[in-house]
């Protein structure tokens, strides 16, 4: 009476007795896609089971990947930008340097970088010499975890 069949990528449906009656058993079946090389920018360190690999905050993952295009591509960037510019150069040149600058990744630019603590990953007040914000840079030297630093008594 009973016969249950599968229709590929569907998943399994369970006929009743009625023939225009066919009801669901579970949800559609969906590939998972094929599992991704690591990209050339994603250095793991200290691996953690899931989630960032390491890294204090998505914000300090996607602050390194900047950092490396910049490496890769600052001084073409600088270079065409140079060129774009000039107002000696013909003007064909200019145009072509326009068009492979405008090819670029955007955060090619020294400018687009921005300093981050390597703590908490906070964007602001951060102590440029230690690389931590001014929070844990007061919290490490009261607690005398930093040498050569004391807290500033008048």
């Given at each position: 009476m009973f016969s249950s069949f599968n229709l590929g990528k569907i998943g399994p449906l369970v006929q009743c007795r009625f023939a225009s009656h066919a009801v669901m058993k579970s949800k559609p079946v969906i590939p998972k896609p094929p599992k991704q090389p690591p990209?050339?920018?994603?250095?793991?360190w200290n691996p953690q089971p899931g989630g960032l690999q390491g890294w204090t905050d998505w914000r300090m993952k996607k602050n390194y990947r900047n950092r490396q295009i910049c490496v890769e591509w600052g001084l073409e960037h600088t270079l065409l930008k140079a060129m774009k510019?000039?107002?000696i150069l013909p003007r064909e040149i200019q145009e072509l340097a326009m068009e492979d600058f405008h090819a670029m990744p955007i955060h090619a630019a020294y400018l687009t970088l921005h300093e981050r603590c390597a703590i908490s990953s906070r964007g602001t007040g951060v102590v440029r010499n230690w690389r931590i914000s001014r929070f844990f840079f007061r919290h490490l030297s009261d607690y005398n975890k930093m040498s050569g630093v004391r807290r500033g008594i008048w």
């Open positions: 990209k050339k920018y994603d250095i793991e510019n000039q107002v």
